[in-house]
Structures are given as structure tokens and as C-alpha cells.
């Protein structure tokens, strides 16, 4: 079994930072991708950034310049750095990996998601 367990999250005021971590633990062979969803009330879940094993990241462009994704490969964690806080960045925010289970299966993991308020 693995559990991705996400930090950080909390009321923060519009133009300020936040900065989410997410470690991965439990029974796996690799850690391949990791990113970050958010899921504001009544929208679908969206991918805001991703980052391959090598470093490659993917962010959209709605949050392109003010997120950055970073991850320590040593300690399966993935961060999410968030910059000049909008209202519209409220979201419940969600750590999520793909990875290859000890048996070679590819397998897809979610975390328990934090929530970020803003306040403006």
C-alpha cells in the first residue's frame, strides 16, 4: 500500500505565498511522475503542475510563473511553491503519483488533499 500525505495548506492573504509538500511512503518499487490537482467547489479536479523523475515540469498556463513544482527523488516528496495568491487559487489541493509496484505493475496514487483558502 502507499500513502502520499500532503502539508501545508491553510488560510492565506490574497498576494501572499504558500508552499505545499507531499511525501510518498509504504510499499512501492518507484516514484515515476508526481504533481499537484486542485479542486475548487463545484469545478473538476485540475492539474496545475507536474514533474517527471529527471526534473521535466508542466504547469498551465493559468498558473504558469506564480507555481513552481520541485521534488527531492532521495525522499519521494514532491513540493508545490505558490506565489502571489489569488482568491481564485481556494482549492482543495491534491499530491498524486505514478509509480511501479514491487510486482511491475504501473500504478496511480492520490493523497487526502489539503485545502487552501485565500482571503482577499
Known amino acids: 500500500q502507499v500513502q502520499l500525505v500532503e502539508s501545508g495548506g491553510g488560510l492565506v492573504q490574497a498576494g501572499g505565498s504558500l508552499r505545499l509538500s507531499c511525501a510518498a511512503s509504504?510499499?512501492?518499487?518507484?516514484?515515476?511522475?508526481m504533481a499537484w490537482y486542485r479542486q475548487a467547489p463545484g469545478k473538476q479536479r485540475e492539474l496545475i503542475a507536474a514533474?517527471?523523475?529527471?526534473?521535466?515540469?508542466n504547469y498551465p498556463d493559468s498558473v504558469k510563473g506564480r507555481f513552481t513544482i520541485s521534488r527531492d527523488n532521495a525522499k519521494n516528496t514532491v513540493n508545490l511553491q505558490i506565489s502571489s495568491l489569488k482568491p481564485e487559487d481556494a482549492a482543495v489541493y491534491y499530491c498524486?503519483?505514478?509509480?511501479?509496484?514491487?510486482?511491475?505493475?504501473?500504478?496511480?496514487?492520490w493523497g487526502q488533499g489539503t485545502q487552501v483558502t485565500v482571503s482577499s
Open positions: 514533474i517527471t523523475s529527471g526534473g521535466s515540469t
Open positions: 509504504g510499499d512501492f518499487f518507484s516514484i515515476n511522475a
Open positions: 498524486a503519483a505514478n509509480g511501479t509496484t514491487w510486482y511491475g505493475n504501473d500504478d496511480h496514487w
